[in-house]
């Protein structure tokens, strides 16, 4: 039967197809993941790609979203709804609901004569009721075509497959037809909610897209599905264009003599005012007769490359008469990061007026790694900077661009800010009373630079409305809690709390040796004192660091009240970068919160927009039991993690992000505390040159 079924689905699907010459497009089915209507094929996306959409197919309604990892991987995820079946956790959650994620493979692309070959399965971590696998599945395009056939096992049973027309009269309408193998009758309490009156077999489908957005309305028997999405190229380098970015500096400043320039510190305050103005801060001049001097960074451009760029004009162009070079040095959380030295000045300027390429200004430009120890490049010729407010070098409070619905900021010429957030919101998902649970509060975040690299940083939070106090039922966790308890955190000691108060002083012992200690409050939930030390290697695309901290665990009224609860973490870490690909692999190693002992491992990828998205799994010896685990079969902690630069859809750019994760919000086992500064996350950002890798490289920016 199954035999006859295939044999029948190649000939129809065959002779519905056109000799057209356009390629058809990979889509996404109801699930996500690049397919027809319910069923896969062997396309992935381009490179890059993010998708996030919505279907419904009765009785599912996947929420989902998928991105094509690398050139040949593709990973999507869903959360599906289950409509008129109720959730066996009880009344608060009203219909079932079902985590899942699915992966594919491309084995073989496709050419002349050999089709594209993948492999993939769906719900491979999480509850498994729709898990499938596919050993095999092909897709060719004849004309204007593409024909997939393919053999799965579980929820899909046995052939599958079907073919997507591109219309040659209507471009942005493609028709599908396909043959249905999922066994609905097998599904998760199917009796109940009404799937086991799915039959399966041919399913049509007409789709319609245009530039990000797509949609496919299909029909099944007498069953009508949907699917809507919106689609993101992570490999943009910018999906906004800058309108109101700063054009370069161009203005002409009358030449000093090097006699006049040293004898009047107007002229380096000028020059420092006018560093000021463009968010660059920290600055410090030095100047030996022959060589112009700075040390300084940028709060608002994102990329290091395009700040070192832009701050090099305007040295050149309030520069003394004679200067024969021009040394930047870089700095992160005031420790001297990047040294650019532009060794001939005349060839600069004429690269600046386009009269030199790249290719070449790279002969009389050194990029290094910042000495600390050359810090007399300063120090020694330090040109002393008169202190006027009233001159711009403080700026007033002022609204912020940084993405956020509504936000003020306010800051000094070094690294002193505040800023006032009005609206944050934290969504939570499956706690034990309910499906979802909302914080809405306001944010009031003060950082002060009390010495060299040494800062003073707190925050405040006043809850504006907020249902997780509705949780009743207590974490049955067996492992301290060290997090499953953040709903008493959250809802205990009043609408004002206290998150965050700390001192930070980083250091730099030695050359690509950075290190940081701290203490205070570090969270809502821990306070204590610690450090960190990193290592960055002269030459290679690896990193290592260990951290080290004392923790006791607060009170949960949001003051200055404790546990009895204390602990002392240490995790070792190395980060090992692939050139090319965008790639991080992370490996921590160490004793964790609960006292737990095991490793977290982590990928991720930067894309060419800045946009991050990875995944991290830990295993550790905490024996976590409570469901999905069990004795024998504990949970491990694990999730998804996103990093957005807010630069990229802003007319400006700004080093804002955004970042979110996904995770189980009431579990103990294999967690972190929040860093306190984090330098791997501050380095690997400050050494991303320009927004295709980063690394000690010759990356200019104007």
């Keep these: 039967m199954v035999f006859r079924q295939s044999v029948y689905l190649l000939i129809t699907v065959f002779m519905l197809g056109s000799g057209l010459h356009k390629l058809a497009a990979a889509e996404p089915n109801t699930t996500g993941q690049t397919g027809l209507i319910n069923m896969p094929d062997a396309r992935i996306e381009e490179d890059g790609r993010f998708r996030v959409g919505a279907s419904y197919f009765r009785p599912y309604l996947p929420v989902w979203a998928s991105i094509s990892m690398l050139p040949r991987l593709e990973l999507s995820g869903r959360y599906t709804i289950i409509r008129g079946l109720s959730s066996e956790l009880g009344q608060g959650f009203g219909d079932h609901k079902d985590k899942a994620f699915d992966a594919k493979a491309l084995l073989l692309r496709e050419d002349r004569w050999w089709p594209n070959v993948a492999v993939g399965t769906l719900d491979f971590t999480g509850t498994g009721v729709f898990s499938v696998d596919y050993f095999g599945v092909a897709s060719k395009r004849l004309g204007n075509t593409d024909y997939s056939l393919g053999y799965g096992i579980d929820r899909i049973n046995g052939f599958f497959g079907g073919m997507r027309h591109r219309s040659p009269w209507i471009r942005d309408l493609s028709f599908v037809v396909e043959y249905d193998a999922n066994d609905y009758k097998r599904d998760f309490r199917a009796a109940e909610s009404g799937a086991d009156s799915r039959q399966g077999g041919w399913t049509y489908g007409v789709e319609y897209k245009k530039g990000w957005f797509g949609a496919q309305l299909s029909l099944q028997d007498d069953d009508v599905g949907v699917n809507t999405y919106v689609s993101i190229p992570l490999m943009k380098e910018e999906f906004v264009p800058k309108l109101d970015e700063p054009d370069p500096y161009t203005k002409e400043v009358p030449k000093a003599a090097i006699d006049q320039w040293l004898a009047d510190t107007g002229y380096a ?305 190395v980060h090992y970068r692939l050139p090319g690909w965008g790639l991080t692999a992370t490996a921590r190693a160490g004793r964790f919160l609960a006292k737990d002992k095991g490793v977290r491992f982590e990928l991720k990828r930067r894309f060419r927009s800045g946009i991050t998205f990875g995944a991290w799994y830990t295993l550790t010896d905490g024996d976590d039991d409570t469901p999905p685990g069990s004795p024998g079969d504990p949970y491990f902690d694990k999730g998804i993690f996103a990093s957005i630069p807010l630069g990229s859809m802003l007319t400006k750019d700004t080093k804002a992000r955004s970042n979110f994760s996904i995770r189980p919000w009431t579990r103990d086992v294999g967690q972190m505390v929040v860093s306190p500064g984090d330098l791997y996350t501050s380095f690997e950002r400050t050494l991303m040159l320009d927004n295709t890798d980063y690394g000690v490289s010759s990356q200019l920016g104007q």
Excluded: C
Excluded at 385 to 413: M, N, Y
Excluded at 446 to 468: D, K
Excluded at 532 to 559: C, H, I, K, M
């Design 269 to 573: 305050a000028r020059l420092a005012r006018t560093l000021n103005d463009r968010s660059y801060k920290n600055i410090r001049l030095g100047f030996d007769g022959h060589t112009l001097s700075a040390s300084l960074t940028n709060t608002r451009i994102s990329l290091t490359g395009r700040a070192v760029g832009r701050a090099a004009r305007i040295l050149l162009a309030h520069s003394p008469e004679g200067t024969e070079s021009i040394r930047i040095t870089y700095t992160a959380e005031d420790m001297r990061v990047l040294t650019y030295h532009f060794t001939n000045t005349h060839k600069l300027q004429r690269y600046f007026d386009g009269l030199l390429s790249r290719a070449q200004l790279d002969r009389y430009l050194d990029i290094s790694y910042a000495d600390p120890l050359r810090s007399a490049d300063l120090s020694a010729e330090e040109i002393a900077l008169p202190v006027d407010d009233d001159a711009g070098f403080v700026d007033g409070i002022h609204r912020s661009d940084e993405g956020h619905l509504l936000s003020f900021r306010h800051e000094t010429r070094e690294l002193s800010t505040f800023q006032l957030v009005p609206f944050n919101v934290g969504v939570f998902f499956n706690d034990p009373n309910g499906a979802a649970r909302f914080d809405l509060f306001t944010t009031a975040n003060y950082t002060r630079q009390i010495g060299t690299g040494r800062f003073l940083e707190s925050s405040v939070r006043l809850s504006l409305y907020e249902n997780v106090s509705n949780v009743s039922e207590e974490s049955n966790s067996t492992l301290p809690h060290v997090r499953s308890d953040i709903a008493q955190y959250l809802q205990g000691g009043g609408r004002f709390k206290l998150s965050k108060l700390l001192v930070n002083q980083y250091l730099q012992p030695a050359e690509r040796v950075y290190a940081r200690l701290t203490a205070g409050i570090y969270e809502m939930m821990f306070a204590g004192t610690g450090g960190q030390v990193l290592y960055l290697p002269e030459q290679g695309n690896w990193a290592t660091d260990f951290s080290l901290d004392w923790l006791r665990q607060r009170a949960t009224d949001g003051a200055f009240e404790f546990r009895d609860y204390d602990t002392v973490t240490a995790l070792g870490a």
